[in-house]
């Protein structure tokens, strides 16, 4: 075989070379790491085929998990923080932390994919390069395809596919500020986020919504010089955090601090999560989390579907370009064009039967 064919042989999608749902299931259950990255491209892929095989794959891994204990479950712990907070560095830190004691570690780094060409940095391996040669480890980069906040699509069909592959800790990495943190919370059992000593200006910078959903704030580089700021905006974050709602009324967020560079704090971080995951065990919070996790991934995964069926709908791709226009020419008012684009979705011929119509 030329090099050039097997070159393309390389990049074909497993299911080209006659794997069937079962090989999948089967290699994911067993761990097999190129198995569980190759039904990740799968999911990921936007091939109604690979979607509809990637469903089937879903639903016999699903019923694996249903079979498992609650103390089975994997640690689901979405992270997010400022711009420069060194939230690869912590993850590194902290990944190994888990996987020196044993535990199995799942990395899902949601990369911006570019506006322009569509492309992703995907550089997640090289940023975090000791946990990434690490046997008990699995660093998965998603590009975002510039869905909300960018969020992947298929993170939550990701996190199945981890869990199946007996990944005991799953750490979502949301690419920074924005809406992706209500949904990488919504997705996730524990909602960490990484924050700079030295609250001051900083604090008024905080979206009052991230706050109102984080199980707890870590300052991160409290090493050194920073030391001395870092114990003051730990005491800033903790009055913030007492005028606010907290999201469990089974837990107070508290506020710690670490340097992931000296591997400092990482211990009494790791131990505040089990805590909490103890706690909401107990009280039957944690269980129900898990079924709400499920209700919003239906929703989800149904707006992302409607969405998809409507933009390549026939009669939809025919207006568009004239709806489109004539919006921004002023023409047409953006409400009578969103009806129009939804009749022509549903059937319905120029059922306003108005014409363009100016702002």
């Known amino acids: 075989m030329s090099s050039p064919e097997a070159a393309a042989n390389a990049r074909a999608p497993a299911r080209a070379v006659g794997l069937t749902v079962d090989d999948y299931v089967d290699g994911v259950l067993s761990g097999n790491r190129t198995m569980v990255g190759r039904t990740i491209t799968i999911i990921e892929s936007r091939s109604p085929r690979h979607q509809e095989l990637a469903q089937q794959i879903l639903l016999k891994l699903l019923a694996h998990l249903g ?3 609650e103390s089975d479950w994997a640690h689901r712990i979405g992270i997010t923080g400022v711009p420069g907070v060194g939230k690869s560095t912590f993850i590194e830190s902290f990944g190994m932390r888990l996987v020196e004691a044993g535990q199995k570690v799942a990395v899902l780094a949601v990369d911006p ?3 322009v060409s569509g492309g992703s940095i995907l550089g997640d391996k090289t940023r975090m390069t000791e946990l990434a ?3 008990n480890s699995f660093i998965r980069p998603s590009p975002s395809s510039g869905t909300l906040g960018g969020v992947a699509r298929a993170t939550r069909a990701t996190m199945v596919v981890c869990e199946a592959a007996g990944f005991d800790v799953i750490l979502v ?7 992706n943190e209500v949904a990488v919370a919504a997705m996730t059992d524990f909602f960490l986020v990484l924050m700079l000593p030295g609250a001051g200006d900083e604090l008024q910078g905080i979206k009052k919504g991230v706050l109102e959903i984080a199980d707890m704030l870590v300052i991160n580089k409290a090493d050194g010089d920073n030391e001395i700021k870092a114990r003051q905006a730990a005491v800033q974050y903790q009055n913030a955090l007492h005028i606010m709602k907290p999201a469990s009324p089974n837990w107070t967020p508290p506020v710690l601090m670490c340097s992931s560079l000296k591997a400092v704090g990482i211990d009494e971080v790791w131990q505040k999560l089990r805590d909490h995951r103890d706690i909401l065990t107990a009280t039957g919070e944690f269980q129900e989390k898990r079924r709400q996790q499920r209700v919003r991934w239906m929703w989800s995964m149904l707006e992302n579907q409607l969405l998809d069926s409507l933009m390549t709908h026939p009669k939809v791709l025919q207006i568009t370009p004239g709806v489109e ?4 020419e002023g023409r047409l008012t953006v409400s009578l064009a969103v009806k129009r684009i939804l009749d022509a979705y549903r059937g319905i011929d120029d059922a306003s039967g ?4 100016a702002e």
Not at 173 to 179: D, K
Not at 325 to 328: G, K, S
Request: aromatic share 0%.
């Open 354 to 357: 108005v014409g363009p119509v």
């Open 325 to 328: 226009h004539d919006v921004a």
């Open 67 to 69: 079979e498992r204990s």
């Open 173 to 179: 990495e949301t690419v920074g500020a924005g809406q």
């Open 113 to 115: 994919s570019s506006t």
């Open 133 to 135: 040669h690490h046997p």
